[in-house]
Nanobody, 121 residues
Framework: QVQLVESGGGLVQPGGSLRLSCAAS????????MAWYRQAPGKQRELVAE???????TYADSVKGRFSVFRDIAKNRVSLQMNNLKAEDTAVYYC???????????????WGQGTQVTVSS
């Protein structure tokens, strides 16, 4: 099986910074892309940032210029550096991976358990 384990969430004041990390483990053959999604109370889950195996990145308009996504391909890890945090960034952040397992025929999507980020004074 595959596990995605996130770390780094917490409480931060507006204008502050946090760094989220996610490590994928298990019978992984290849990870095509990794991403961070978030879900605020009463809202749908939305894409925050994505990074492909070619290290191409995509960001939600609301976080461009403030958030940066990084990937360590050899270690199956993805990080999200969040700067100048705002109250509207408050949400549960989920790690996501599009990958193929060893001996697997198809690509599948996997999710972490989520980590809470709260931006408040």
């Amino acid at each position: 099986q595959v596990q995605l384990v996130e770390s780094g969430g917490g409480l931060v004041q507006p204008g502050g910074s946090l760094r989220l990390s996610c490590a994928a483990s298990g019978r992984i053959s290849n990870i095509y892309s990794m991403a961070w999604y978030r879900q605020a109370p009463g809202k749908q889950r939305e894409l925050v940032a994505e990074i492909t195996s070619a290290l191409t990145t995509t960001y939600a308009d609301s976080v461009k210029g403030r958030f940066s996504v990084f990937r360590d391909i050899a270690k199956n890890r993805v990080s999200l550096q969040m700067n100048n945090l705002k109250a509207e960034d408050t949400a549960v952040y989920y790690c996501y991976a599009d990958l193929r397992i060893i001996d697997g025929l198809n690509r599948n999507n996997y999710w972490g358990q989520g980590t809470q980020v709260t931006v408040s004074s």
